[in-house]
C-alpha cells in the first residue's frame, strides 16, 4: 500500500520536472526541512519508529545523502533550494535516521 502511493505521488513529479523548489527558512532545523521536504514521500518504515530508509551499507553515507538531494533521480525530486548548511544537516538527520539493508 505504501509503494502504491510513494508511486503515484512520484509519478506526478516525474511529469512536472522533477524539480521540488522546497526553500528552508534561515532558523530551519534539520527535523524541519526532513518534516517539510522529505515526509511526504518518505514515511517511517513499518514496524520502526523515526527510521526512514534501508541503504545498502556502502552507500550510508551523509555525501550519499546530499548527492540524492542535490541530483534526485528519475524519480526523486531535486531539491536546488536546499544548500549549504542546510543541505549537510538535513543529510545527516536521514543518515541517522537510516539502518544498513
Ligand atoms: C516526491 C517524492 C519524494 C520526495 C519529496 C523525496 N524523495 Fe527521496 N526518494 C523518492 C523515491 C521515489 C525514491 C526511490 C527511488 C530513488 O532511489 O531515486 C527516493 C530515494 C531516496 C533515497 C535513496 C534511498 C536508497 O535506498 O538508496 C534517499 C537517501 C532519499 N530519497 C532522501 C530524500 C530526502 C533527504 C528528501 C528530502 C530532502 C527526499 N528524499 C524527498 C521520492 C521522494
Known sequence: MKKVLLLTA???????GC???YTPSAAATAE???KGACMECHEAIEGKDNIYYEI???KRNADFF???ISSGSLIMPKFPNITGDGLKAVSQYALEHSVNK
Not at 10 to 16: D, F, R
Open 10 to 16: 512520484s509519478a506526478g513529479l516525474l511529469l512536472s
Open 32 to 34: 524541519d526541512i526532513f
Open 56 to 58: 545498502a551499507s556502502n
Open 66 to 68: 546530499a548527492k540524492k
Open 19 to 21: 524539480i521540488n523548489d
